[in-house]
C-alpha cells in the first residue's frame, strides 16, 4: 500500500477498531520526507497532547501541550527552539537545510482498544490545517506522515484480527476441497479422485511457473542493454591504456614546464576512469539483486509442489541463474579495470614527480627562470590557477539526494574528493625558483588537501555507517546493506560508496 492511500486506511481500520462511522479526512498525502522512528520520549507522551518536532541528521528538538492549545501560537514558540538546534550543524549546507526543513505536529499514541480519543485530537489537528489561511502546506504534509506511522503502530491489534479471520476463511476453502475430494472417492473411486488432483496440482504448478517466466521474460531487454553497454565499455580499455603508454613516452623525454600538464592529464584522465563503469556497476548490482528477489520468491512458492515434483520427477528451473552470473562478470570486470588504470596513474604519477624534482634541481638557474617568465607559463598559470579553484569549488557542493528516504548519494563525492589528493604530489615541488607558475593555484590546492583526507578517511564512513542504518529502518533490501557493511569493515571505501548508492537507489523504486 502506497503512503498516499496507508493513512485513510490506517485511520479507518482505528474508527473500526472505536465502533466510528468513517475516518473524517479525504485528503490523499504526497509523499514525504522519512521520519525518524518513535522514540522512548514520544511513547512516554499522552494522547491528550498536541506536539510539535524537527528531526534532522539525528538530532531533533520536541515542544508538546495540552489538546486544545492554538497549534499556530505552538508552531510560533517552537520555530526558535528549531533555530537554535539548526545553529549547532557546522556544516553551511546542512545548516541550510535545516532551516528549511518542515516541522510536524501530532497527537501522541494512544490505546489500541480505545483510539476514540487520539482519532479526536486528529481530527482538531486537520481542522487547523483545513480551516486556517496560513497554514503550512508543508507542514502538513510531513504531520500526515507522521500520524500515519503512529496509526500503524496503533492497528496492530486490529490488524492480527483481520488476519485471524482470512486465515480462517483459508482454512474453510481448504475443508471444501477436502469434502468435495471425499464425494469424488464415493462417486467414482479413489482412481478418479487422484487423478482430479494431480490435473488440479498440475495446472496450479504450471500457472505459477509460468507467470515466473514472464516476470524474467520482462527483464531481459533490461539484461541484454546493460550488457550492450558493458560490451562498449570494455571495447575502450585498449584506447585507456594506449592513452596512459602515450603519456608514458611524453613524460621521459619532458621538461620541467612540460611535467605538470602531464600529471594534470593523468588525473583527469584517472577521474575519467573512476567515473566511467560507476552507473554501469551500479545497474548491473541492481538488477542482480531484482533477479535473485525475483527466484527466491519463485522458490518460496514451488516449495508447496516438492512432493509433486519428486513424484513426477520435475527439475526446479532456476531461469535468472545465467543472467546473474553476466551481470556479476560485469561488475568484477568493471573492479578489475578500475584496479588496473588507478595502480598505472600511481606509478606515473611517481615517476612524474621524481622527474620533477630532478629537473628542478638541474634546471633551477637563471636561464630556467627567464625561460618560466615568458608569455607561454603565464598562460599555463592561469590554466592551471582555474582548474583548482574549479575543482575546490565542485568539491564542497552538495551531492544529489535518493528521491524517498531524502539521503545523500556518495560515490560522486569518493571520486571528488579522491581526485583532489591525487593533486598533492604536483604541489610538493613548486617554488618560487622552480615551477613558479604552479604556486599561485597549490596554494588553493593546499588548503583543501587535510580536509580531503579527513573527509575520506572519517566523513564518508561515518556517512555511509549513518545512512544504512536509516535505510535499514525504512526496510531497504537487508541483503544490499550487509554488502555495504562488508566493505567498510575491509576497509575498501569505494566499493563501500558503490554498494551503498546501489541500496539507495533501491529504495526508490
Not at 599555463?380 to 535518493?402: D, G, I, V
Request: aromatic share 6%; net charge neutral.
Amino acid at each position: 500500500m502506497s503512503r498516499r492511500h496507508s493513512i485513510p486506511h490506517v485511520l479507518g481500520l482505528l474508527m473500526f477498531t472505536a465502533g466510528a462511522v468513517s475516518c473524517g479526512t479525504d485528503e490523499a498525502v504526497p509523499a514525504a520526507l522519512p521520519l525518524p522512528p518513535p522514540s522512548n520520549a514520544v511513547s512516554a507522551l499522552s494522547s491528550n497532547e498536541v506536539c510539535v518536532e524537527v528531526f534532522h541528521w539525528a538530532k531533533s528538538r520536541q515542544l508538546c501541550k495540552p489538546r486544545g492549545s492554538d497549534i499556530a501560537a505552538l508552531l510560533t514558540e517552537f520555530k526558535p527552539i528549531q533555530e537554535a538546534m539548526c545553529n549547532t550543524f557546522t556544516d553551511a549546507g546542512i545548516r541550510s537545510d535545516c532551516f528549511a526543513r518542515p516541522p510536524y505536529v501530532f497527537v501522541p499514541k494512544g490505546s489500541s482498544t480505545a483510539p476514540g480519543d487520539w482519532v479526536a485530537g486528529v481530527n482538531e489537528l486537520q481542522h487547523y490545517f483545513r480551516t486556517s489561511v496560513n497554514a503550512s502546506t508543508a507542514i502538513y504534509e510531513r504531520s500526515l506522515e507522521k500520524l500515519d506511522d503512529i496509526g500503524e503502530e496503533m492497528v496492530g491489534p486490529s490488524q492480527s484480527e483481520l488476519d485471524r479471520r482470512r486465515k480462517s476463511v483459508t482454512n474453510s476453502r481448504a475443508h471444501l476441497g477436502d469434502a468435495l475430494k471425499a464425494r469424488a472417492d464415493a462417486d467414482r473411486g479413489v482412481a478418479v479422485a487422484e487423478l482430479g488432483t494431480q490435473r488440479e496440482t498440475l495446472e496450479a504448478y504450471r500457472a505459477t511457473f509460468n507467470a515466473y517466466q514472464s516476470a524474467v521474460q520482462a527483464l531481459e531487454p533490461q539484461v541484454t542493454a546493460l550488457f550492450n553497454s558493458f560490451v562498449t565499455y570494455r571495447d575502450g580499455e585498449a584506447a585507456v591504456f594506449a592513452q596512459l603508454q602515450d603519456i608514458a613516452q611524453r613524460a621521459s623525454t619532458s621538461t620541467l614546464a612540460q611535467v605538470a600538464p602531464l600529471q594534470m592529464e593523468l588525473v583527469a584522465l584517472s577521474r575519467a576512469e573512476s567515473q566511467a563503469p560507476q552507473q554501469l556497476w551500479l545497474d548491473a548490482r541492481r538488477m542482480v539483486h531484482t533477479l535473485s528477489q525475483l527466484h527466491v520468491e519463485h522458490s518460496r512458492k514451488m516449495d508447496p509442489y516438492a512432493p509433486f515434483l519428486a513424484q513426477h520427477n520435475i527439475p526446479r528451473v532456476n531461469l535468472t541463474e545465467r543472467s546473474g552470473a553476466i551481470l556479476n562478470s560485469v561488475t568484477s570486470y568493471t573492479d578489475a579495470r578500475y584496479a588496473r588504470v588507478a595502480d598505472a596513474v600511481k606509478k606515473l604519477l611517481a615517476s612524474l614527480s621524481e622527474r620533477q624534482g630532478a629537473l628542478v634541481t638541474s634546471q633551477a638557474n637563471a636561464s630556467t627562470r627567464q625561460t618560466l617568465a615568458n608569455a607561454a607559463m603565464l598562460t599555463a598559470s592561469e590554466t592551471f590557477l582555474a582548474n583548482a579553484n574549479t575543482r575546490t569549488t565542485a568539491l564542497w557542493q552538495m551531492p544529489p539526494k535518493s528521491t524517498k528516504l531524502k539521503l545523500f548519494f556518495l560515490a560522486g563525492k569518493h571520486v571528488d574528493f579522491e581526485s583532489i589528493l591525487q593533486l598533492e604530489p604536483l604541489c610538493l615541488h613548486v617554488s618560487p625558483t622552480s615551477t613558479a607558475w604552479m604556486e599561485t593555484g597549490c596554494i588553493a590546492l593546499r588548503r583543501q588537501f587535510t580536509s580531503a583526507r579527513n573527509y575520506v578517511n572519517t566523513t564518508l564512513p561515518n556517512m555511509v555507517r549513518l545512512n544504512v542504518t536509516q535505510m535499514r529502518r525504512a526496510g531497504v533490501s537487508e541483503t544490499l546493506l550487509a554488502d555495504v557493511e562488508t566493505h567498510l569493515a575491509n576497509a575498501n571505501l569505494r566499493q563501500a560508496v558503490l554498494s551503498h548508492d546501489a541500496a539507495l537507489r533501491a529504495s526508490d523504486l
